[in-house]
């Protein structure tokens, strides 16, 4: 019988464990359209690879001192100077989304959103979020979305 409450314990901190660290996940975006990434969390380590990609959301995962450990929808980590960084204020779309012109699925569709294409987010609300991306701005469901949209 106590092992069995052991085992529920446990379990059941476990599950509170990933409730809380996928609710804190911090996301941010590139600043830059130019964005090093090095091996270690220093201006002496290799540069690893390089981001040419503007308001590109990535996850941060870890940080020392003025430098954050990132990884992106890729799955590539390194680690950022934290002056190449900014509050979160894009999305990626990881499947084919509609556009629309208000935040409900009965709202004109715009345009169809194609999957990889970053979204700059305007606003959220609910389950949908304003967002832009060239020539377009309407509402997209939250739903497929890599990045914070909270």
Known sequence: MIFKIKKISILLCLLFYCSISSANEIFVSLKK?????????????????????????????????????????????GWIHVSQ???????????????????????KPIALIRKGRLLIVKKCEKNWCEIKTDNFNGWIKTEDLWGLTN
């Open 33 to 77: 359209s130019k964005v090093n990434v090095r091996y270690g969390p220093s201006f002496d380590s290799d540069v690893k690879y390089v981001y040419k990609k503007i308001n590109l959301p990535i996850k941060q995962i870890d940080k020392k001192e003025n430098f954050r450990r990132i990884i992106d929808l890729k799955n590539n980590s």
């Open 85 to 107: 960084l900014k509050k979160i204020n894009s999305v990626i779309a990881t499947n084919n989304k509609i556009l629309f012109k208000k935040p409900t699925s009965f709202a």
